[in-house]
C-alpha cells in the first residue's frame, strides 16, 4: 500500500532513494523517480528533505552510518585491547567487502555519492577514529599498549590500514593473498602498540 | 638538429612522447605526434618501438624508474637501518609529491598510463619492495630490527604507508596535517620494527 504524506517516514524515503539510484545510476536518478517509486507526489518528498542535494547527502550518510553501527558493539566490547583492535579491522574490512563484492553496482554508485558528499565522509571517518580511540585508550589504560597520544595514534591505525578499507583500493580486496597482506599489516602496528 | 634514423635513441624517443603526451593528453597522443615532434617518420619511430603500446609502456616504465632510482642510492647506504627507512620513506613521498604538484597534468597523464600497464606498475613496486627488503635485512642482521619474514614485513611497510606514495591520495598530499600524519605512521611501524 502506498504511504500516504501523513504515513511517509524520512527512512522510507530513504530506502526508496536507495533502489531508485541502483536501477537508473547517480547521474539519472531524480527525485521525482523517488516519489514515482513511493507513490506520492514530488511535494512530499521535499516535505521531508528540501533540496535533492539533501536527500543524496542523507542517503550516503545512511550508507556509511551502517558500516560504523554495525562496528560500535565492537568498540564497546569488553574484550581485551588488542583482541578487540584486530576484531574492529577485521569487522571494517569485511563490510567494505561485502558491500564492494555483494553489490558491484551499488557500491559503484555510493562511491559517486561519497566523492559529492566530503562533509558526511568527513563525519563517517571522525566516527571510526573514535571509536578506535575507544580502543586504544582501554589499551592504555590497562597498560598493555603504549600511545602519548591515544586519538592520533586511532588516526596513525586508521591510515596506516587504508588499503583495507578505502574505496580506491576495492579491486584489490578480491585478489588472492590479500588476508595475508591485512594480518602483516596488522602485526605490524600492534607490535608497535605494545608496551 | 633533427636526428636522423642512425643518431635517434630510445631514450630521445621516450623524452619526445613524455613532451607529445603532456601537450596532447594521453587519450590523443600518436606515434605520428611523436615522429613529427623528433623530425622523422613514423617507421623510424616503430624501429625502436613495435607497436604504440610498446612505447606507452617504456615511457611509463622511464617514469616510474625516475622514482625508484633515486631512492636505490638510501637503500643501498650505511646510515643504521631505522635512520635509512625514515630518509626513504620521506624521500618517497617527497618525490611522489612533486611530481603531482610540480606538474599536475603531467601527473595526470601518467596516471592513465599506469593504468593501462599493470605489469610496469608491478614491477615497479617490486623493485620499491625489494629496496624496502635490504633495508629491513640489515636491521635484523644488525639486531636492530625484529622481522621473521624480511620480505614480507618490507611489503607490509609499503602497504601501510600507501596514504603517502599511492597516486589515489594525491588530493591529500598538500594538505595542512599531512606532514605529521606521515611522521606518526612511520613512528608507529618503526616501533612495530624494532627488536
Not at 532513494?17 to 517509486?37: F, M, N, S, Y
Not at 513511493?38 to 533540496?51: E, Q
Not at 583492535?85 to 567494505?96: C, N, P, S, V, Y
Request: proline letters at 4%; one cysteine or more.
Amino acid at each position: 500500500m502506498a504511504p500516504t504524506a501523513e504515513t511517509l517516514t524520512a527512512e522510507r524515503i530513504l530506502e526508496a532513494t536507495e533502489e531508485v539510484l541502483r536501477r537508473h545510476g547517480p547521474a539519472k536518478a531524480t527525485v521525482v523517480d523517488v516519489a514515482r517509486a513511493l507513490g506520492v507526489s514530488h511535494g512530499t518528498v521535499y516535505r521531508h528533505f528540501r533540496t535533492k542535494a539533501a536527500l543524496r547527502e542523507a542517503v550516503t550518510k545512511r550508507w556509511l552510518d551502517r558500516t560504523s553501527e554495525a562496528l560500535a558493539g565492537i568498540a564497546a566490547g569488553d574484550r581485551a585491547p588488542e583482541e578487540r583492535l584486530r576484531a574492529w579491522f577485521t569487522g571494517l574490512f569485511e563490510a567494505k567487502r561485502r558491500k564492494a563484492g555483494g553489490d558491484p553496482e551499488l557500491f559503484a554508485t555510493y562511491s559517486v555519492l561519497t566523492g559529492e558528499n566530503g562533509a558526511a565522509v568527513g563525519e563517517h571517518i571522525d566516527d571510526l577514529t573514535a571509536q578506535l580511540t575507544r580502543i586504544v585508550r582501554a589499551g592504555t589504560d590497562s597498560g598493555a599498549f603504549t600511545a602519548a597520544d591515544p586519538a592520533a595514534t586511532a588516526r596513525a591505525l586508521f591510515h596506516a590500514t587504508g588499503r583495507f578499507h578505502d574505496p580506491c583500493y576495492a579491486g584489490e580486496w578480491q585478489q588472492p593473498g590479500i588476508e595475508d597482506e591485512f594480518t602483516a599489516v596488522l602485526d605490524l602496528l600492534l607490535r608497535g602498540l605494545r608496551a
